[in-house]
């Protein structure tokens, strides 16, 4: 499996700022992908980065909210914008480590919005 | 809409005993098929794939895949308290994008 660094682990904030999670693999990946696990939930995925082109974002996820920056083969970031208590979740991110179309997480970013 | 279901339980069961985890899907070209275990307040650990029909075999853990009927299972045999987890039923559809069923909550009890 892949080693996958996120962080911040954890952060609480206020409404109306904006929080940037890194995403950090030990080897280089093609694809990541950023995902959003609510209270009690499963996963929705929010978009996919590819490095070198635009992320492609999921229905119901849009680029001003959730800009992502993928300026190499082993580093994300994922900006979760302008935020309302709503947005209050765990947000994971993770990899095809080999291009087995196997995904393995990273430990998450506990968001809680105030 | 693609889907992915599972019965949110929880699924109570004593120490020593075979859990068994059903899932089902609504996407027929599904090709790729996945558990994953969460512990609570932690990320999902990938704990078996499948791909074929039939019965895959992983130490305690069998992945159960049936195409026609459109439903995958996981057992756990000689289920342990630290087994006690949220287990994903995760799916690829034919367009690469892995759907997660809102997982099944197993409690081993002692």
């Known amino acids: 499996s892949a080693v996958i660094s996120q962080k911040p682990s954890r952060d609480i904030c206020q409404r109306g700022t904006s929080l940037t999670i890194q995403c950090q693999v030990d080897s280089q990946v093609t694809m990541m992908f950023w995902y959003r696990q609510q209270p009690g939930q499963s996963l929705t995925l929010i978009a996919t980065?590819?490095?070198?082109?635009?992320?492609?974002?999921e229905s119901g996820f849009v680029i001003d909210k959730f800009p992502i920056s993928r300026p190499n083969l082993t580093f994300s970031t994922l900006t979760v914008s302008n935020m309302s208590p709503e947005d209050s979740s765990i947000y994971l991110c993770?990899?095809?480590?080999?291009?087995?179309?196997?995904?393995?997480f990273g430990a998450g970013t506990r968001l809680s919005v105030l | 809409q693609k889907e992915v279901e599972q019965n949110s339980g929880p699924l109570s069961v004593p120490e020593g005993a075979i859990a068994s985890l059903n899932c089902t899907y609504s996407d027929r070209g599904s090709q790729s098929f996945f558990w994953y275990r969460q512990y609570s307040g932690k990320s999902p650990e990938l704990i078996m794939s499948i791909y074929s029909n039939g019965d895959k075999e992983d130490g305690r853990f069998t992945a159960q895949l049936n195409k026609a009927s459109q439903y995958v299972s996981l057992l756990i045999r000689d289920s342990q308290p630290s087994d006690s987890a949220t287990y994903l039923c995760a799916v690829f559809d034919n367009t690469d994008k892995l759907i997660f069923g809102t997982g099944t909550r197993l409690q081993v009890f002692p």
């Open positions: 993770s990899v095809d480590r080999r291009g087995e179309n196997i995904q393995y």
């Open positions: 980065a590819n490095q070198g082109s635009e992320a492609t974002y």
